[in-house]
């Protein structure tokens, strides 16, 4: 298989624009990608960074990295800002988020106070905890998705760079619905211009970018890009866009023990996951309205891995239930505990107990820094609307309407090399070895 893509060189500098510059995650990755670039510490959790990738048949033992076989963004090309609505730069952010020891901080301080916030978009009808003191000001939503227009040209403009990738790392929003204001890009368009409630701060950044011809990420469970409207726009434009909800630590879990489950036919009877965390995301989440959207986040993955239509046997009844705690004396460090009632054998009871002390930004960094060189990459080799194949990063991951998502780790991973492989003309994977196809040969001319 020798038809590749066309990919157009990663040349010149990467601007990077997060939304939410100055929360937990971004400071993490910002101060994580300028330590890593310096020589002061390895990118862990980095597939773009660290991964190999199999080519060809394993008797080859040709497993080179994934940034020596395919043409990805270097890092130290990435020129970075953003926006966030208590404004100030990312050193101050980052000692106040407390991810980091001082030591990994002051070593990039004077990098990290040139990065200041640009104004953002709020309205505390969509994130009730919190409160905006450096945000824009317009006559309507419209007006305001112009403003992002213009922040990105600037920053285009005055960093000299050749491409973009945007990336939503602000709070979650409150729980909205699919509204006839999300059907069309012309009633999208109108709604803005109309202060439609349905029209959250998120969508205006997405539809900033995606008007630029910038890719956008969603990092978070808002109703952002997963609507007609913005699908609409992307398809229109030609720009990647990829989301929802950074899979980090609790649901990355389950993505890994239900497949184990329904690889083994075993039956589950209930899954209760509960969560204390004390960073601005957990506050953000205490309100009721913004934990519904985190909540159909976390609850989908089960049913769509254990597909209880297929195997109503073992996974019709089970109960899932979900529980978020803001408890501040814990700070970025999450901890999460999940009892997994399960059945076997004659239907005999056992159990799986789950005790996670996680810390949610060190997971989420690189997270960022992949989905930035991947939709990068995307945007370069011409790939347009939903980016379904970086769904191993994503708890709620986006996808056609006539399809259904994939939840299953390993399988994701397998997607995910499988294009890049079909990008550089390579074969896909299938593990089969030449003995099986030997074997099936053999068999089909014994039966034949």
């Known amino acids: 298989m020798k038809n590749a893509q066309e990919i157009l060189p990663a040349n010149g500098k990467l601007g990077v624009l997060i939304v939410g510059i100055n929360g937990a995650v971004s400071t993490t990755f910002v101060a994580g990608v ?13 597939l773009t960074q660290l991964a190999t990738i199999r080519i060809g048949e394993r008797n080859k033992n040709n497993f080179p990295l994934i940034k020596d076989f395919i043409s990805l963004a270097d890092p130290k090309d990435f020129v970075i800002g953003g926006w966030d609505i208590r404004g100030g730069n990312c050193y101050d952010a980052a000692k106040e988020a407390k991810v980091f020891e001082d030591k990994d901080i002051d070593s990039v301080a004077k990098e990290l106070e040139s990065i200041e916030a640009m104004p953002g978009v709020f309205d505390s009808y969509y994130v009730k905890r919190l409160k905006g003191t450096c945000i824009k000001e317009g006559k309507n939503k419209y007006e305001l998705m112009e403003q992002i227009r213009q922040d990105i040209r600037n920053f285009k403009a ?24 999300h059907q069309s890009l012309q009633s999208f368009e109108q709604g803005m211009k109309e202060n439609h409630t349905d029209v959250a701060p998120s969508m205006l950044y997405a539809y900033a970018a995606i008007a630029e011809g910038v890719p956008f990420i969603n990092g978070a469970p808002n109703l952002t890009v997963d609507i007609p409207a ?10 990647p866009v990829a989301g929802k909800d ?3 630590g609790q649901t990355l879990m389950k993505t890994v023990i239900a497949p184990m489950l329904k690889a083994r036919m075993l039956g589950l009877n209930g899954w209760f996951s509960t969560n204390i965390l004390g960073n601005r995301d957990g506050e953000v989440l205490d309100d009721p309205q913004s934990f519904k959207t985190k909540e159909v986040s976390k609850l989908s993955v089960l049913d769509f891995i254990l597909q209880p239509e297929l195997y109503p046997e073992l996974y019709a009844h089970y109960c899932h239930q979900v529980r ?12 999460g505990w999940d009892n997994i009632d399960i059945f076997g054998w004659m239907g005999y009871p056992m159990q799986l107990k789950v005790n996670f002390l996680c810390r949610d930004s060190i997971l989420a960094a690189p997270i960022v820094l992949d989905l930035v060189i991947f939709m990068d990459l995307a945007n370069r080799t011409g790939f347009k609307g939903i980016q379904d194949w970086l769904s191993f990063y994503l708890k709620s991951p986006m996808h056609a309407t006539d399809k259904v998502p994939e939840h299953d780790l390993f399988i994701q991973l397998m997607k995910l090399k499988n294009t890049l492989r079909v990008m550089k003309g390579e074969a896909p994977i299938s593990h089969l070895e030449n003995e099986a196809l030997e074997s099936a040969r053999d068999l089909e001319h014994l039966t034949a």
């Open 246 to 248: 950074f899979k980090t």
């Open 34 to 46: 300028l330590n890593v670039t310096h020589g002061y510490g390895k990118p862990i959790g980095s």
């Open 324 to 335: 978020i705690n803001y408890y501040p004396p814990r700070g970025d460090n999450k901890e």
């Open 230 to 239: 913005i699908l609409e726009f992307a398809d229109k434009q030609g720009v």
């Open 158 to 181: 005055q960093n000299h760079l050749e491409r973009l990738v945007v990336v939503w790392c602000a709070s979650t929003e409150i729980y909205i619905k699919q509204s006839e204001v």
